[in-house]
């Protein structure tokens, strides 16, 4: 079946470091893909996402893009900060429509 | 938008007893989803219902476990009788549908059985 991996965590950066947090997906047909943000003591919130091949989806200053040759959905951002500690989920949509998460990878970033 | 609503937010309860859940999704959202978030098995699907009607319920673990949606604007997961391995996490979801959709966590219920 579907299913995604993410690499393993904790990520500890200090602020202002670039930050990759890489995501490889296994589907079949091309999923629509997303990265979810989890903050502590709270719910998942939509970071980005992509639906199609070579689409880049961006927010906040994090930018992902849909890589179908490798399958890969790779999370960067160019300067963390403090406030982007949190837990990090990739995920697809299936053609059942149901989301597969990864496991998910925790970011601390330290003034 | 208030966004997906759930209730209550913090549950504690004994072993055997009865716990429900409840959820209000987004308005106009035709999906609805049930997830639980355990260290051990991270996030999984339990259930999930398209316009009221249950789709998939693969991940509902055993009977204990049932879900329900009466309408467009309210759904229940009810654990009947708890366990403590039943301790975990449970995020309601709702999305609008189709290709590509987003789905919208609400807050999560924090559910501990003693």
């Known amino acids: 079946g579907d299913s995604v991996t993410q690499m393993e965590g904790p990520v500890t950066l200090s602020e202002e470091a670039f930050l990759t947090i890489n995501c490889t997906y296994t589907?079949?047909?091309?999923?629509?893909l997303f990265w979810y943000v989890q903050y502590p003591g709270e719910g998942l919130q939509l970071l980005l996402k992509?639906?199609?091949?070579?689409d880049k989806g961006s927010n906040k200053g994090f930018e992902a893009t849909y890589r179908k040759e490798t399958t890969s959905f790779h999370l960067e951002k160019g300067s963390v900060q403090v406030s982007d500690s949190a837990v990090y989920f990739c995920?697809?949509?299936?053609?059942?429509?149901?989301?597969?998460f990864g496991s998910g990878t925790r970011l601390l970033v330290r003034p | 938008d208030a966004g997906v609503i759930q209730s209550p937010r913090h549950e504690v309860t004994e072993m055997g007893q009865e716990v429900t859940l409840r959820c209000k999704p987004i308005?106009?959202?035709?999906?609805l989803f049930w997830y639980r978030q355990t260290m051990m098995r991270g996030l999984e699907l339990l259930i999930y219902?398209?316009?009221?009607?249950?789709?998939?319920d693969s991940g509902m673990p055993e009977d204990r476990f049932s879900a329900k949606m009466p309408n467009a604007s309210f759904s229940t997961l009810k654990i009947q009788p708890s366990e403590p391995r039943d301790s975990a996490v449970y995020f309601c979801?709702?999305?609008?549908?189709?290709?590509?959709?987003?789905?919208?966590f609400g807050p999560g219920t924090r559910l501990l059985v003693l």
């Open positions: 979801a709702s999305g609008s549908g189709g290709a590509g959709e987003t789905q919208y």
């Open positions: 589907a079949t047909g091309y999923p629509s």
């Open positions: 992509a639906t199609k091949a070579d």
């Open positions: 995920a697809l949509l299936d053609s059942s429509y149901k989301l597969i």
């Open positions: 308005s106009g959202h035709n999906s």
């Open positions: 219902f398209n316009n009221n009607v249950p789709i998939d």
